[in-house]
């Protein structure tokens, strides 16, 4: 199917949703390489965790998420939107240095690299011509994290997440973000598990920030891309989701 998009250009829906199965399948491949190298399975890394800091990663999560909301929100003014190979150098870089101390570092790292990974989001959304600063874009740029992180790769939620339908009237981003928490906690708590790993604890940190920020780069990108084309083929996202499913859902049947 040939749409035409608002630069009056000729867009092949098809080879578009082609190219974003094939994003949309590679996003996750970093996570295995990043648990072969630290020797386990997600499942596992959170029992490495201290119960003080398991037992309180939900509150955390929503708290950090709620101000890295903010700050990445109003760092638009003042710094503008990176590249995306230089958003993942510097939080591979920061997760290096995070890992390095053990568990206590990754701690103080671990809201820093959150505002980034939005400010990318923030950045991907922008390039598809939504304004970060609307409150449905805002929105979305949180959900993007429900999607299940590198590390615990779930296909089923993944595509659930491009799909689901938050009540926006009445609604506050907090309650978004309340909502989203205990999802995001999981994941961040393997990544400050994986980081917290002895002697390799930089390495892992490096690791686990690329493969965190390419992935949710990635996955901004499935998700904005989406927005975009079910607005220039005037058709409903929740299609294109299907058929993108379609397109994903061998590939991992098979895997």
Known sequence: MLIE??????????????????????????????LNMIGGQADQLLDRLPESIRGN??????????????????????IGDQPGWLNTTVTTAMGAAGGFGGLPSAMA???????????????????????????????????????????????????????????LRGASLQALIAKIAPRLANVLGQKLAAQAVPVLGAMAGAAT?????????????????????????????????????QRVTPRVSES
């Open 5 to 34: 998009n608002a630069a009056t250009e000729i867009v092949d829906l098809e080879a578009e949703l082609d190219q974003l199965a094939l994003r949309y399948r590679k996003a996750g491949g970093l996570g295995i390489q990043v």
């Open 57 to 78: 990663l939900d509150g955390a999560t929503e708290t950090a998420l709620g101000l890295a909301m903010k700050a990445a929100h109003r760092s638009r003014g003042v």
């Open 109 to 167: 790292e671990l809201p820093v690299t959150t505002t980034i990974l939005l400010r990318s989001i923030q950045g991907v959304a922008a390039e598809q011509g939504f304004d970060p600063a609307a409150e449905n874009v805002q929105f979305d740029c949180i959900r993007v994290f429900a999607s299940a992180g590198p590390l615990d790769h779930d296909d089923g939620a993944d595509l659930a997440f491009l799909t689901s339908r938050m009540t």
């Open 209 to 245: 920030n690329y493969a965190y920020t390419s992935y949710y780069q990635d996955m901004a990108h499935v998700h904005f891309r989406l927005r975009r084309l079910a607005i220039e083929a005037d058709t409903a996202q929740d299609q294109l989701v299907d058929q993108l499913r």
